[in-house]
């Protein structure tokens, strides 16, 4: 009896197209990161759960896969990058230079309902900037977050920007800071059962009057000073975080990003433990997938783990949703060749040859394979096909005691016979290779 | 009270330069793969206990991470990439066109005594043909390897290759074939323990004549050929094993890398699965590190999920083993800069001029980042040094009006005043760079 080879439910194999895409994403995204000085640390999958778990109490808790390991320790796979990434702080502090750029694309695990088309297992990008409180490094995490969507080549971003203690400000205002909770839980279901029964469930929990102010306020829209000014009238004047909020918007339209970003008070990223800045990120054309870039400023970071307080601003991808959105809009990559060249098997003699000419086309950055076995030609070719080879080589005993080979061009189905070796350079293939789509005579 | 943000022994966290030196490896491999035509795949880190150990039984079981998940489901941590490849090959065999060539570099777990310098979270770096048992195939695994090491500028290495069914066939002619575990696993010691000590072993378990023979065999030396020569000498002529072995070894001279090759008798790969072609990689200065990369060909990877079989050929490098052995030949990369150029803080009016100036450099491929902070110059500069930043630019108002900056070449501690922003090209600042190392005046 074998044994049947299943996966777990919410858990994922990626096949080589997939998995091709998500390296070259995360290639992308971290050149993207080091032009800003950002820098790469990693943390273990598998940590004590106290650690990773606090005092806990949280909805997340029911989610965490936790077990009891060799050592009877109580220990748990991570569920986020935030949470290790404090204890990371707060443990090696003084081995680190402050304020201190990191970014961490890594698997994080809940054991969450499946059926929301959620995954168990799935890949986070996390960037922050710890060890200072100041707005260049919250117009640094935005403008990073704008050059990686462009190098995305994605056909428009438009980052949404908010300040938490701005909504926080107009709740006191109006005396029902006692209601936040509730007031931010409203706010955010928005976008998805529209104004008016947002206006009817906000009523119920702080008046009508108020809820109509309430909803003034986030609904505010027009250029990001327009805004700020709607912000301060319906507060009664300029405080601190409108002001942080105007330093932004100046630097972002010196920075000529004024077309990109809005300030929309309608993000407030709900009960996280934002401070400050708050923001979200859509794609053009796939607002309907939401944020695939979200994050804000915070107060403190490793107060958990430390008599210390540090506070930072930073965001995160989630690596799914951002692939979901690139597929939606036709720009996920297409099947991408596993190499250039397929070089056939025509004579099993020449197998030192095939191998040397597989070592020369290397040298000259041209990806190539053998075919390790003896098949009809036609075989060979389909196989190179499939995997979207664009070019065969085929040499038996004549071309190699001529020193040539012949190239056969897959998608147009043409044979460029008695090539010299030495004229195989990745210009040439560049040149046949524009030919693929052309049908050319064979 | 905080909680102790302590990590569980054998995981580690991975300070910025330790992540970017492992990351760099991983894309040097990567990029050697994909020149062969090796394309990546990925697993789940989380899977059924069944799949993953089958029928059970082995020294494994005990190590491996295993506990009951929310769904009453008995699940394990991977130990290993070669089991869940087993179980992908068998699930997506539709999906895949054999030959195929797989690479995958990822984490996995083992709850193994720490006390050996071993780690319970380490990388593994496996890649496979499977699909097809031609000699093409085992010959591109070797000459992968070979290429994989040249790209990372080892001073030199010496790959091992025997056949694991030429021992079998010599132990067969001296009919101590029911013997091979144990001979096996005393062969393996060879080298730790020392000639003298393993002929005695031996001795006892298949006498002194036959333990001498077995000696001869696994010490025996000198050019591929001459090897295989005495190979068949012993096993009273040639056998389709020590063909095969031939033809690699003609193959392997005609690529001109017979220098960097030894058929070795003594590599055994002791009581793994393999039944072909075996190989072991040692670095030259660090041979007592061990193999850094080892593997084989076997006969069949799905058999334990599938009615069918399939052979394949492949190896695996140790991430953590090879580091090692890099910082051993001081080769592991040194403190590797965050950025090119600390953008300082003089003026935080002219924070929107700092971005900007920091968007035109990175539009040139200069890593850049801007300091956060006002502070003085003295504690930017010393800032940007701990981290290996070259340079730093001063900009006050001044220079603003003027157009300029002045460039700091921190090595040196030379100033470069009044440059006009449009010289800061990569090749100012290579030409600087150079003089880090010698005195300038200031």
Chains 1, 2 share one sequence.
Do not use: W
């Not at 940590?47 to 806990?56: F, H, Q, R």
């Not at 923001?279 to 970071?301: A, K, M, Q, W």
């Not at 070796?421 to 693929?436: G, N």
């Amino acid at each position: 009896m074998s044994i049947n080879p299943r996966i777990l439910k919410g858990f994922r194999d990626f096949l080589p197209q997939q998995e091709s895409l998500r390296q070259s994403l995360i290639r992308t995204l971290e050149d993207g990161f080091a032009a800003f000085g950002f820098e790469p640390i990693d943390t273990p999958i598998l940590e004590y759960t106290e650690v990773l778990l606090g005092k806990g109490g949280g909805e997340t808790d029911k989610q965490v896969y936790r077990f009891t390991d060799h050592g009877k320790r109580d220990v748990a796979m991570r569920f986020d990058l935030t949470v290790p990434f404090a204890r990371y702080m707060a443990l090696h502090r003084n081995e680190l230079y402050l304020p201190f750029k990191r970014y961490h694309i890594s698997k994080v695990f809940r054991g969450e309902n499946t059926q929301r088309g959620r995954y168990r297992e799935f890949t986070q990008c996390d960037f922050d900037i710890v060890g200072t409180d100041s707005a260049s490094a919250d117009l640094e995490i935005i403008t990073m977050m704008h050059h990686s969507f462009r190098r995305l080549h994605v056909p428009g971003v438009e980052i949404h920007v908010s300040h938490r203690g701005v909504f926080n400000r107009l709740l006191e205002r109006y005396n029902v800071r006692e209601h936040s909770e509730a007031v931010l839980r409203t706010v955010d279901k928005l976008r998805k059962v529209g104004a008016d029964a947002t206006r009817a469930e906000l009523a119920d929990i702080i008046g009508a009057e108020t809820a109509d102010r309430v909803l003034e306020f986030i609904s505010s829209r027009g250029t990001m000073t327009e805004v700020i000014d709607t912000m301060e009238r319906l507060l009664g004047g300029a405080i601190p975080e409108t002001e942080r909020l105007r330093h932004l918007a100046v630097a972002l339209d010196a920075l000529e990003l004024s077309d990109d970003v809005v300030i929309d008070p309608s993000i407030t990223r709900g009960l996280d433990y934002y401070t400050g800045v708050v923001f979200e990120t859509f794609l053009h054309g796939v607002e309907n997938i939401g944020s695939v870039c979200s994050g804000g400023r915070y107060d403190d970071l490793i107060s958990l783990y430390s008599k210390e307080s540090m506070p930072g601003v930073g965001a995160s991808i989630g690596l799914d949703r951002l692939i979901a959105a690139l597929e939606e809009l036709g720009i996920a990559g297409n099947s991408q060749a596993s190499a250039d060249v397929l070089i056939t098997m025509q004579d099993p003699q020449l197998l030192s040859h095939y191998h040397r000419i597989a070592a020369t086309l290397r040298s000259h950055g041209i990806r190539c394979e053998v075919y390790p076995d003896e098949r009809k030609l036609g075989q060979q070719f389909a196989f190179a096909e499939r995997k979207h080879i664009p070019f065969a080589l085929i040499c038996g005993r004549q071309e190699y005691d001529a020193g040539t080979v012949n190239v056969r061009v897959l998608a147009s189905r043409t044979n460029l016979d008695g090539i010299e070796l030495s004229a195989l350079s990745p210009a040439f293939l560049d040149r046949y290779r524009d030919d693929e789509t052309k049908s050319l005579e064979s």
